[in-house]
């Protein structure tokens, strides 16, 4: 990646598994905040993720495709200090919506400091309809009878035609 005088690059990773609207929301005000955005999926072994990188990384390009500065990549067995250090991004933008979220993600910054002082964490609190929803409270709808309906609530668009479409699949 070139590095442009002056350009605010940062990156905002996850492992938007699928994606919601509170992740939509991060991007879209990260986007807000900076010159260009790289939203990274990250392939963490610790969890069990339902839809692979590629799926995830699909779904984020569709969801994104019209936002200006932003691009999907993934990433893979590496500190996210180090990718956005690789990436000549001079920040990582975290979401915070409880306190255990704050608590995790100020020690994740101070290791993140002592590995590359010069990137700063910028830290965004959503607004409460998307505080609290998450990928694993999205996937825990999906099942009982008129799931559709209260999943469609909390996912973007693309994402619920993909659940949709997985579960018809399944069937």
Known sequence: MNAKPNIRRAVYAGSFDPPTNG???MIRTAQSL?????VAVGDNPEKHCTYSVKERVSMLQEIVREFDGVTVTSMENRFLVEYADAMQAKYIVRGIRTVGDYEFERSMRHINADLRNEIS???LMPPREF???????????IGPNNWQEIVRRYVPQAVYEKILKDRQQDK
Do not use: C, N
């Not at 900076?34 to 790289?38: A, C, M, T, Y």
């Not at 505080?131 to 709808?141: F, N, P, Y």
């Open 34 to 38: 900076f010159d260009e955005l790289i």
């Open 23 to 25: 992740h939509l929301w």
């Open 131 to 141: 505080a609290e929803v998450s990928s694993t409270m999205v996937k825990g709808l």
């Open 121 to 123: 964490t910028i830290f």
